[in-house]
């Protein structure tokens, strides 16, 4: 399986940016779908993640009201839309591919990763 994640971008504080995470075949619609992001000199985080069903969403704190988290399993696409982007939400985001149904936040939940696209927020 391969994820391709697209959608990055310059934007201005409290603009838009939707990002696209489309899989290679469709094998992902059995599994939870999950975007983190990766700041310079910082640790990956999770950022929301979406059971196979779509019918759980889970988000970060610091994006929840601002991120939404959407799957197409149709079209074997995850989408993320961020709305009023902060300068700190700057990193080079990651789509990933869960092992199971589930979505959770941890990082080895995840088995395929897509190469990541660039987000900056300007203030």
């Known amino acids: 399986v391969q994820l391709q994640a697209y959608g990055g971008g310059l934007v201005a504080a409290g603009g838009s940016l939707r990002l696209s995470c489309l899989a290679s075949?469709?094998?992902?619609?059995?599994?939870?779908m999950g975007w983190f992001r990766q700041a310079p000199g910082k640790e990956r985080e999770f950022v929301a993640g979406i059971t196979w069903r779509g019918d759980g969403k889970y988000y970060a704190d610091s994006v929840k009201g601002r991120f939404t988290i959407s799957r197409d399993n149709a079209k074997s696409t995850v989408y993320l839309q961020m709305d009023s982007l902060k300068p700190e939400d700057t990193a080079t985001y990651y789509c990933?591919?869960?092992?199971?149904?589930?979505?959770?936040?941890?990082?080895?939940?995840?088995?395929?990763w897509g190469q990541g696209t660039l987000v900056t927020v300007s203030s």
């Open positions: 990933a591919q869960g092992i199971n149904g589930f979505a959770p936040s941890r990082l080895d939940a995840y088995r395929y």
């Open positions: 075949r469709r094998t992902n619609s059995n599994n939870g």
